[in-house]
């Protein structure tokens, strides 16, 4: 711990001259320069470059390629939401930053094309894909930009860190440190649009019906998304109806949305733009960031550093996991999400001791490799930052526990015969992903108490009895489903949750505590009583036609049993002493995932009128055993 403090006291040092950075030091300091560099095949993309004016050594290159702007545009317009984040620190560094609008998006010529997919057979300058692009790019740079070392890193959160995968797939030699953030990986199993080939709606018509608007020349200009008649977001859904009616409403111009409704199970064009393809024999040292919390790219960071391990096994490959949303380490302290506090400021932690001396070590020399370790995660519940030698860590004890009757929970095999729980699934009354109402899908439902769907009729709850010691769970949670429906298709949605004591006794881990307050101490509003919490932990959803092959669909025969299994992201939590641990079983999660009609048919085409009940049975007998696999941390 006092080697720590030192390292704490040392950046903290370094860096507080960082505050002072605005627009009017970044015009005293840097310049900026506006590029158009030619591709292999001619095309020309648009990049902005921030030098540094007083040259005291040879600077590195970093480097963001993204979709959404480089702008602001000019090179007398230096007003940039960089000077308002932590990568101010890297312009007191010293560094050559440089942010570049990817083929065929803003300023950039060519034709765009959604996560593109690698090609690892390039034979003439036609053949291109974002790795020769970044290759191209990063070639150009180190040539012509004046005083630079020859040495560039790469990042990005989201679908720049997408384009941070692909720029370590190019392999130019220049190129020694990349950081792909919550990186769009896979879209049908895991990231942004498809969780297990479940259509998660709401982000997707959000995202597409502005993203997705063509742009066919060169542009400064943004295009607005649609405009929604209704704010609340479970109303506008429910009562737009089933996916053609949106498909109908974002029009025909919207290219990626109409190309993935005609691919509804996991096929090559699917399969083609999974990231992790290439991840082979790759050079750049890697640094996966990801959150604990992030309600889009969970999977992503997660699996590439899995994907990398397997694949690639010579790569310096770290991964870190904060409990963070979606890009939470790059904005804010991090000190929590919603209702639930972390006992830190987890966001400076990772960018003044892991992210910046990942950057200074590859590109600047500076500092010690040995500092990072190959997985930093955050254990929430806990608040304490691991090191771990591989992820999931050595000596994890997968561990089924058992749903039983009479609502519980248990690391013992059930006992009786013939044992099940029934629902009523109804597409006309979905179960709402949180409480209250919404125009957009909000960052903390990830963390939201879910006492609001316990109390339904079509939500299952099990719940083990008070734990008598801690659990720490660091891994993979598997779904082992025994069920009987009476139609031929229903979704499945899993939600491990930690239910805070009665009482609940403050530990600034938490955010609130009345146990021992008097009136003149009442919670003020906006305050939150943690008391019976129900603190979501991981939730995923299943569609069940997938439960055999995500390639081929199944039909379930109503009233058989059949096992549905699936695996959630991987988790970092410690349920303490006291708290409870619960599972709870849904077959919708409304509006964030589509409704399954509950028929097997095309979701994507079908019609109101194909929307049916099932009622759906959870065994748990002898026989038929429903578990989830606990990854648990001895």
Known sequence: MKNLFFVLVLFTLSFVNAQDIDEKWVKENYTKTEIKIEMRDGVKLFTAVF?????QEKSPILMVRTPYSCGPYGEKEYTSRLWYSYWKNYLKEGYILVIQDVRGRWMSEGEFMDVRPFNGNKKTKKDIDEASDTYDAIDWLVKNIPNNNGKVGVFGISYPGFYSTMAALSNHPALKAVSPQAPVTEWFLGDDFHHNGVFMVMDAFHFYSGFGQPRPQPTTIGRKGFQYPVLDNYKFYLETGPLKNLSKLIGDSIKFWHELMLHPNYDDWWKARDARRGCKNIKPAML???????????????????????QSKTTNNKLVMGPWSHGGWSRGDGSHL?????????????QQTIEIPFFNYYLKGKGSAEQIAEASIFISGLNEWRKFGSWPPNGVDNKPIYLNDRNKLSFNTPE????????????????PYTEGSHQYRTNEYMTDDQRFAANRPDVLVFETDALK?????????????????STTDADF??????VFPDKFKYDSTYCC???????????????????????????EIMRGKFRNSFEKPEAFKPGEITTVKFDLPDVAHTFKAGHKLMIQIQSSWF???????QQFVDIYHCDEKDFVKSDIKIYHDKQNASSITLPILK
């Open 469 to 485: 010691e801690d659990m720490t769970l660091a891994g993979v949670l598997t779904a082992n489903l025994k069920v009987a429906i």
């Open 591 to 597: 509006p964030i995932a589509d409704r399954n009609p």
């Open 288 to 310: 996966i960031v990801g959150g604990l919390y992030d309600a889009e790219d969970c999977y992503g960071a997660w699996n590439l550093y899995k994907a990398i391990e397997q």
């Open 51 to 55: 030098s540094p004016k007083n040259i």
């Open 493 to 498: 949605v899993v939600k491990v949750i930690d």
């Open 513 to 539: 505590d009345w146990t021992n307050m008097d009136w003149r101490q009442a919670p003020k509003r906006g305050d939150y009583l943690m008391d019976n919490y129900q603190m979501l932990v991981r939730g």
């Open 416 to 431: 009786r015969n013939n044992s099940f729980t029934q629902y009523t699934s109804d597409p006309a009354k979905p179960v």
């Open 338 to 350: 919603g209702n639930v506090r972390f006992g830190s400021k987890t966001s400076d932690f990772y």
